[in-house]
């Protein structure tokens, strides 16, 4: 019989304990993907793969919203939180995005930010992740609810169903890209909050298993559909899907084995929101040509951005914190 070597082991508990480490992990994995590698071969093919790190996001704040709800199912409070720790920075960071990227007057800063332009029919809107996180909080309770009942394998077929559908959606172009992006990823957001759901009951065996199934699944779908990713561009996001354990079991290693080395990724995980906005700004000034970045220096540039919008993000996330302790102390 094969030993697998101990550092290689994993237990489904490393998903909670974690959790700040796996979005410290993802967002440098986004800002890879966003600001790209060029030079540097290695760095180049990782960062390929960086869109990932958004299905890794939400299965931790499904899992994390899992443990909100079952500590306290109260409405009014759970929503209450949500939204102090959503919109007071993403309207911060949206004066800069709206007013000096985007050239927004008053009432379209409002419009975009309050995400309710996302999802208009003229499409008003800085990104997608937050407006889709909003309506994923929406509708928690109710998914949570159906996880803890008799109705979780009816949520399980309604993720499958999205995962399928999302793909014919994508192949006949009856979805934009920003939607197609939330919807294939509703799964990611229910499969965390089964993980929880597993933790919570004690049933880690079984959760290990529906990973091992997942990976297993995911290893046999993605190199049967990748390559046409060329002809259906969205399809190589939904392939990836499959190997959301197969990366959260990486990252978890890779913690548990750097140990201290990595310490900087958990308070980088608690910024991931004031860094995700930061890095949207200057990515929208690079997509748009506005910035650009000149190709003998491209991957020193790319390093030094992304290290940018980490300080930016620390720096707004501990202004943040403090304001709202002193606006809790009065």
Do not use: W
């Given at each position: 019989m094969i030993q697998i070597p101990k550092v290689f082991t994993f237990r489904l508990e490393y998903l909670s304990t974690y959790r700040s480490e796996l979005m410290g992990w993802s967002i440098i994995w986004i800002m890879?993907?966003?600001?790209?590698?060029?030079i540097i071969k290695p760095l180049g093919f990782i960062s390929q793969y960086g869109?990932?790190?958004?299905?890794?996001?939400?299965?931790?704040?499904?899992?994390?919203i899992y443990y909100s709800l079952d500590k306290d199912a109260a409405l009014l409070p759970f929503y209450k939180k949500r939204f102090l720790r959503l919109f007071p920075v993403y309207y911060f960071i949206g004066i800069f995005a709206s007013f000096f990227v985007l050239h927004d007057d008053l009432f379209h800063y409002l419009y975009r930010f309050s995400t309710i332009g996302f999802w208009t029919q003229d499409k008003c809107f800085f990104e997608w992740y937050v407006p889709s996180l909003v309506m994923l909080y929406i509708a928690a309770p109710l998914m949570k609810k159906m996880v803890d009942s008799r109705y979780r394998l009816a949520l399980a077929i309604i993720a499958v169903s999205i995962l399928v559908g999302s793909y014919f959606l994508a192949e006949?172009?009856?979805?934009?890209r920003e939607h197609f992006f939330f919807v294939y990823r509703?799964?990611?957001f229910i499969f965390g909050m089964y993980c929880a759901r597993q933790l919570k009951h004690n049933m880690t065996s079984s959760g290990i298993a529906m990973f091992l199934f997942l990976a297993l699944a995911g290893m046999v779908i993605f190199p049967i559909f990748f390559p046409r990713h060329h002809v259906i561009y969205e399809f190589k996001y939904y392939s990836l899907f499959f190997l959301l354990?197969?990366?959260?079991y990486l990252f978890c290693i890779l913690t548990k084995m750097l140990g201290k080395v990595v310490c900087p990724l958990k308070s980088i995980g608690q910024a991931s929101l004031e860094i995700y906005l930061v890095q949207a700004i200057l990515f929208s000034l690079t997509t748009t040509g506005i910035l650009q970045f000149p190709t003998a220096w491209h991957d020193?540039?790319?390093?030094?951005?992304?290290?940018?919008?980490?300080?930016?993000?620390?720096?707004?996330?501990?202004?943040?914190?403090?304001?709202?302790?002193?606006?809790?102390?009065?």
């Open positions: 890879m993907l966003h600001f790209q590698f060029h869109f990932s790190g958004v299905e890794i996001f939400l299965f931790v704040s499904g899992l994390g006949y172009q009856s979805i934009d509703i799964p990611a354990p197969v990366f959260l020193l540039i790319t390093i030094a951005a992304i290290v940018l919008c980490v300080l930016a993000g620390l720096l707004i996330h501990s202004i943040t914190n403090h304001l709202k302790h002193y606006a809790a102390k009065r």
